[in-house]
């Protein structure tokens, strides 16, 4: 699956939700999504993994964190 940003392309690999927000994960980074809106909150860079590297592939969030791997 892939996302257009303004600026660019990314493949996602993973995506969790709620009424609230969108969090996807794919190429090193994990972004979370206004949910209502469709705008882009913000981008966690730097994400680092083992196959494929620094691919995020599963995701999981509450209130507090965001938990990825």
């Not at 949910?35 to 507090?64: C, E, M, Y």
């Given at each position: 699956m892939c996302a257009e940003s303004a600026t660019n392309f990314s493949i996602?690999?993973?995506?969790?939700?709620?009424?609230?927000?969108?969090?996807?994960?794919?190429?090193?980074?994990?972004?979370?999504?206004?949910?209502?809106?469709?705008?882009?909150?913000?981008?966690?860079?730097?994400?680092?993994?083992?196959?494929?590297?620094?691919?995020?592939?599963?995701?999981?969030?509450?209130?507090?964190?965001?938990?990825?791997?």
């Amino acid at each position: 699956m892939c996302a257009e940003s303004a600026t660019n392309f990314s493949i996602l690999a993973a995506i969790k939700f709620d009424n609230t927000y969108i969090v996807t994960g794919g190429d090193k980074h994990i972004k979370v999504w206004d949910a209502k809106t469709g705008q882009l909150i913000r981008t966690l860079k730097g994400h680092t993994g083992h196959f494929p590297p620094g691919w995020v592939t599963s995701l999981q969030f509450d209130d507090n964190k965001i938990i990825s791997g």
